[in-house]
């Protein structure tokens, strides 16, 4: 188990470096070796030990900075000379079989290394893009152990739980999960597979890149240079006899209609798209070109996800100066002002700035009858999401709020991540005199049409 003092191989690869640049000199060969070498693993398994998701090295005019991504949030660890630029990038590639004479053009690829610790190999997906100071590398550690594909762990409350497992249990239809990048949607999508690979189910999985392999399951990787997109992979499953089909995301019409015509022919089939919430997931559908009708026929939920930074439970603490104003235009209701407990993380050895991990926020839209016929109706966004809310819909902003009643994450991450949709309010609330929207930079008092 070798030991990396950082700072001592930093000023190692310098006199390689300047050795290196002598022999250049001399017209002999230039290498950097040894010292490098520890100097990429070090930043590598420092951020397996540290539990990082995403390692930053990016060059600057002036700087060469290291910066992990961690529960969510950036921090910088390392300053590099900037001499050594060009040595440590090419050392990647080496290590992601990447073309080390390329600068022009963004190149992706896969490291794997041993970790000291661990029995198995650990994956590293390795994106380098040319910026104006250099190349820029971002990696994403692909930990299998830190999957969580247990469902029941990933913040659902008990309702949403039930319905989700309802849902899994339908024999065909579409499943959804939607929100940004980074929102946790991979993890759901696989924990829902898993919990359903039994021997007698076939499961195909389209995805673009395959992050993480499971016994059981057939994964193919999309490439759309050789033209395996996602809608040539759906058509060769429904050749493939499945009952489950996963693909990794809706992105054009042709997917979305191969998979609505696999979702009402036997199949459940599961897929991502990038939109807000679950309202907007079936204007989005709409939108796209598929006709109302197959919409509502097709889908069985739709799961909206945000992840929130859960707090410390070792620093966490009760914070009482929130004025009730504040608490209201939240979203919390008037009865639950003088019950809400607010906490905090204080900050301790064991966290990171009062935060621990990461808990899922979830909106979950069944689509119950009453829903079908008004996506078949095509009802406005918002009457569909006022609807939603009437058949038992939590909105993101409301399964937020409940998290921070329960002390798993704070009001300042509830209000970052979510935001609160007038729908979701209580006819009381939506009085001009107690609350404040705002609409872009404008504020909008309800009942005032005048904006001003």
Known sequence: NETYDMGEIISSVEDELEIAK?????????????????????????????????????????????RYRKDGALFEDLILPLQMK????????????LNIAEKRVPQDGRIKIKVPGREKPLDFRVSILPTLFGESVVMRILDQTKLQTDLTKLGFSQWAMDVFQKGLESPQGLVLVTGPTGSGKTNTLYSAVVSLNTEDVKILTAEDPVEFNFDGINQVLVRNEVGLTFAAALKSFLRQDPEIILIGEIRDLETAEIAVKASITGHLVFSTLHTNDCPSTVSRLIDIGIQPYLVSTALVLILAQRLLRRLCTKCKEEVTDIPHQTLLEAGFTKEELSTVKIQRGAGCPACTKGYKGRVGNFELMECTEGLKVAITARVPE?????????????????????????GVTTLEEVIANTVLTKEALPAYLLNPDELVFEDGDLIIREGN???N
């Open 22 to 66: 002598e022999d250049e000199d001399e017209g002999g060969p230039v290498t950097v070796d040894a010292a490098l070498i520890r100097l990429v693993n070090g930043i590598l398994i420092k951020a397996v030990q540290n539990g990082v998701s995403d390692i930053h090295i990016e060059p600057y005019e002036k700087r060469y900075r290291v």
């Open 86 to 97: 060009n040595a440590l990038v090419s050392r990647i590639k080496i290590m992601s079989n």
């Open 382 to 406: 918002d009457q569909l999401r006022k609807i939603a809310i009437k058949e038992g819909m939590l909105t993101l902003r409301r399964d937020g709020l409940n998290k921070v009643i329960e």
């Open 449 to 451: 049409t005048d904006k």
